[in-house]
């Protein structure tokens, strides 16, 4: 399965401000998926990144808030604009191995605090 | 709409068996997946049903009902590494996307 370098791990950051969050995939991707993990909370889909054309943002998302680029099929970022400490959260991107039977790799997932 | 329940926290002992149970809703169903998850990790892929029926891999087994809407993932032999937390959650026909329930957190005790 594909293996996926996320970071950074974690960061502590002021209101107001903005944190790009990065993924590297070791194999080409068609789909690549960004999921926020509020604390004690489960896993919710913010946007799908798609290569070549603007990312699909889930209900209650946006671009705005969200800008998420993929300039090619091993790479994606994602960006939290203009912080609140109710953006604290993990925010995590994830590939399907390829395989239905596989699911999904989840990168390492970013740590992100906002004071 | 979409939705999947399972149970908050669970406390089981080390060597025992535990049920973890998932029942969901939705309007188009593509597969049923387990992750496990420790705390401060990410996720990691544990086992999927798509048909009726009884999965077993190893130490843990995983059951699916599709008629029920209910899946069941089934721990045996439990060790002290297997406290974690544990995510149900379900694909849609047609697309990759994965709703997620909010996940049981397994406390297995000495």
């Known amino acids: 399965s594909a293996v996926i370098s996320q970071k950074p791990s974690r960061d502590i950051c002021q209101r107001g401000t903005s944190l790009t969050i990065q993924c590297q995939v070791d194999?080409?991707?068609?789909?690549m998926f960004w999921y926020r993990q509020q604390p004690g909370q489960s896993l919710t889909l913010i946007a799908t990144a798609n290569q070549g054309s603007e990312a699909t943002y889930e209900s209650g998302f946006v671009i705005d808030k969200f800008p998420i680029s993929r300039p090619n099929l091993t790479f994606s970022t994602l960006t939290v604009s203009n912080m609140s400490p109710e953006d604290s959260s993990i925010y995590l991107c994830?590939?399907?191995?390829?395989?239905?039977?596989?699911?999904?790799?989840f990168g390492s997932g970013t740590r992100l605090t906002v004071v | 709409g979409q939705n999947i329940d399972q149970p908050t926290e669970m406390t089981a002992t080390e060597g025992a068996i535990v049920q973890i149970n998932c029942t969901y809703q939705t309007s188009g169903f593509n597969g049923l997946f387990w992750y496990q998850q420790h705390a401060g990790e990410a996720p990691t892929f544990l086992s999927y049903?798509?048909?009726?029926g009884l999965e077993e891999k190893g130490r843990f087994s995983s059951f699916l009902s599709r008629s029920k809407g209910y899946s069941y993932l089934l721990l045996k032999e439990l060790q002290m590494k297997d406290s974690a937390s544990y995510l149900c959650a379900h694909s849609t026909s047609g697309t990759y996307k994965y709703i997620f329930g909010t996940g049981t957190r397994l406390k297995v005790l000495a």
């Open positions: 994830s590939v399907p191995t390829g395989i239905s039977a596989y699911g999904y790799t």
């Open positions: 194999s080409q991707v068609t789909m």
């Open positions: 049903n798509v048909l009726d």
